[in-house]
């Protein structure tokens, strides 16, 4: 018989596999095609290149991770990848912001020497930067916008169809809030988790305005300050656990997990130790390192080219520095994740889990 496998596998050169001749020659300097070659223009090109590089890898990562979540079935290994996943998204904007060190060894003069070359081409024209947000999920009514268009103003009708096309499958927001709301144990046996949470907030509170009050080291005037904050927590908490105000939040764009989403997200950031709950608070916490890691871009972006071109407007026609900044402190998506931290209270406070839900939280098995 035959051998089957025969011919299948070549052997390749290093050179030939990464199609070296391609990438080693895109490297166009217009200062030098325009007789007045700067010196500095390639590094700019090539920090730029590997940042689309990245922002591709991103693209097939973040692409992969909505994938596992789609069908609405999510396998507890696929959990454990998707993590993994997240993490070397965060690892690739942690050397996306150490780039910006190495485009600083070019001084704001070498970088005068060929800016004029670049217009009216700008960052702001990356369609695959867009998709990346896209894909996390920042919202249309979310965004600085161009000039007053939309930000996909900017690219041609078959690329505004791609970006439109990702909010139509479903971006990674909306899924991972998808995958919240079916979480199983927060009305189950008799065990409601709400109740009981709201429970043990008031003892905490309550508790806090007694050692408050109590206190032999606070004035009268410190201790009434005090008083007022832990009124102003508490009302806060009351907000936040009401569903009608949560979903008002919503309407308003002030809120954008779900209700039933957020108290999920809050049940597995207080169990996180039991085991079933260990893989999903991994996830959610990669989920904000990620945003962490794109907000400080942005910020270290913003400040690099406050140092490079001062308030001058950008290439593009955007107001430079002052744009930049605005979107580091807007375009934060998974907001609601980091307000999670706000609704944590000690273990000590933790409403105690039935024997039977804490034997399904830990892989419990019987034979009977």
Known sequence: MADQTKGKYTTIHYQDYLELDKVLQAQKLRSAALDNPAHEEMLFIIVHQVYELWFKQIIHELESVIEFFADGEVI????????????????????????????ETMTPLDFLDFRHYLFPASGFQSFQFRAVECLLGLPEKQRMTYHGHSYASVFP?????????????????????????????????GFDFIDLYRTAVQKMLSQESDAIKESQYLNDQQKEKRLEMVAGTDDYFASILDQKTHERLMKEGKKRLSYKATLAALFINLYREEPILNLPFNFMTSIIDVDNQLTTWRYRHAQMVLRMIGNKVGTGGSSGHQYLAKTAEKHQIFGDFHSISTLLIPRSSLPTLPKRIKDELSYYFTTQ
């Open 76 to 103: 507890e290994s696929s959990i454990g990848v998707a993590t993994r996943r997240m993490v070397r998204v965060e690892e690739i904007l942690k050397l996306m912001v150490q780039q910006i060190s190495v485009l």
């Open 157 to 189: 009708q078959e690329q505004q169809d791609q970006l439109a096309a990702i909010y139509e499958r479903g971006t990674l927001l909306e899924i991972v809030n998808d995958w919240l709301e079916r979480t199983p144990f927060l009305h189950r046996d």
